[in-house]
């Protein structure tokens, strides 16, 4: 069992390890549209990417409605496993929708030995989700 400090500092030393292995700006946060956010996301049981669609229902639903409309392409030319969940819970609580992918495979941010993995997962998953997000964002953000 970890301390919080010693989580914490495994956790940090992921996501300098990560930066460093895969140097790249990553889109996340900087989608230009208000509650639309990009996200990697590794704990002590799972990782996955995901696109979270955060923002009040009005513009949630809107958004929501033109991502399903390409998720033929997104599943087709890009990650077909890819989930599309309209009513996601947050474990605080929070109701947001989701599209994800998670990695199918038993990992922890608290082992090492798994760290790889999830980097190139990571790497190679949010670079096509972002390539999706680029190529349609013209209809999406409209």
């Known amino acids: 069992m970890f301390s919080k400090e010693e989580s914490r500092l495994l956790r ?12 790249r700006k990553w889109l996340l946060y900087d ?9 990697f996301y590794f704990d002590t049981k799972s990782a996955l990417i995901a696109l979270d669609i955060e923002d009040d229902l009005e513009n949630r639903i809107k958004y929501w ?6 998720k033929g392409i997104l599943k087709n030319d890009y990650l077909p496993e890819i989930i599309f ?27 090492k030995n798994t760290w790889q993995d999830v980097m190139v997962f990571f790497n190679e998953n949010m670079d096509l989700l972002e390539g999706f997000f680029h190529e349609y964002s013209d209809i999406i953000k409209d």
């Open 65 to 70: 409605e033109k991502l399903t409309s390409l």
């Open 31 to 39: 989608t230009k549209i208000k509650g639309f956010s990009f996200k």
């Open 85 to 111: 969940e309209e009513e996601y819970l947050l474990e605080n609580g929070k109701e947001i929708s989701r599209i994800y992918l998670p990695l199918d495979q038993k990992v922890s941010i608290h082992n």
């Open 12 to 23: 940090q030393e992921f996501w300098i390890s990560f930066g460093k292995s895969f140097p």
